[in-house]
């Protein structure tokens, strides 16, 4: 069955410093997704990405984050300066098309900012 | 916000026994979205109700949807170990971003 690949499964950093949290969506999927979700609470939607740019964000998602699709294949969360409450764990997910079908989610990439 | 909530927060329940949790939401969906997460680790994907769907079956899943009472139940039939796991439903609207609840952690006992 086809999967949603991402590195590394757990990334520990320090604060102010750069992260990219890298994601190989399935490959005929268009749609593509971060999610996080902070340690005991809820996944929380952050980006949408179709056609090399963003479709939607949400409030989240502010000029410390960008998203690339840099080689056609990977899908890439850049979060700048890293605060302590970006600690959570990114989920990436794709989907065929923006109807509402199932997603696919990576078993995500754990980010603690020490 | 048209979040999902689950109810109960939590379940424990005997192996062979069913268990059902409950989603709540508020604004028109698209469709509604089960999925499972073991713990610290990924989501799964498990079942999909389009809002013109009242029920659906998925092995030993079955869920269910009242778009009148804005709710829908995950029924998981015969629980095995296995299924210990936390429970999410996730609402897409027109714009298709999902929107979790909370969750429910069902733990199974042997």
């Known amino acids: 069955e086809p999967e949603v690949t991402q590195t590394p499964s757990h990334q520990v950093t320090q604060m102010g410093q750069e992260v990219i949290l890298r994601c190989v969506p399935i490959?005929?999927?268009?749609?593509f997704y971060w999610y996080r979700q902070i340690l005991g609470q809820k996944v929380e939607f952050l980006v949408s990405?179709?056609?090399?740019?963003?479709?939607?964000k949400s409030e989240i998602f502010d000029d410390q984050f960008s998203v690339e699709r840099p080689d056609g294949s990977n899908f890439t969360l850049k979060i700048r300066s890293t605060k302590l409450e970006d600690s959570a764990m990114y989920f990436c997910?794709?989907?065929?098309?923006?109807?509402?079908?199932?997603?696919?989610f990576g078993s995500g990439t754990r980010l603690t900012v020490v | 916000s048209q979040q999902g909530e689950e109810d109960p927060q939590a379940l424990s329940i005997q192996e062979g026994e069913n268990a059902t949790m409950n989603c709540s939401y508020k604004?028109?969906?698209?469709?509604l979205q089960w999925y499972r997460q073991n713990s610290g680790r990924g989501l799964v994907h498990l079942i999909l109700?389009?809002?013109?769907?009242r029920e659906k079956h998925s092995g030993r899943l079955r869920v269910t949807l009242d778009t009148s009472k804005k709710s829908s139940s995950l029924l998981i039939t015969a629980s095995r170990a296995a299924d210990t796991a936390s429970y999410f439903c996730?609402?897409?609207?027109?714009?298709?971003?999902?929107?979790f609840g909370a969750g429910t952690t069902v733990t199974v006992r042997a």
């Open positions: 990405f179709y056609n090399n740019e963003i479709s939607e």
């Open positions: 604004t028109s969906i698209n469709n």
């Open positions: 996730a609402t897409a609207a027109n714009d298709y971003k999902l929107s």
């Open positions: 490959s005929n999927h268009l749609y």
């Open positions: 109700i389009r809002s013109n769907e």
């Open positions: 997910a794709s989907s065929e098309a923006m109807t509402g079908g199932g997603y696919t």
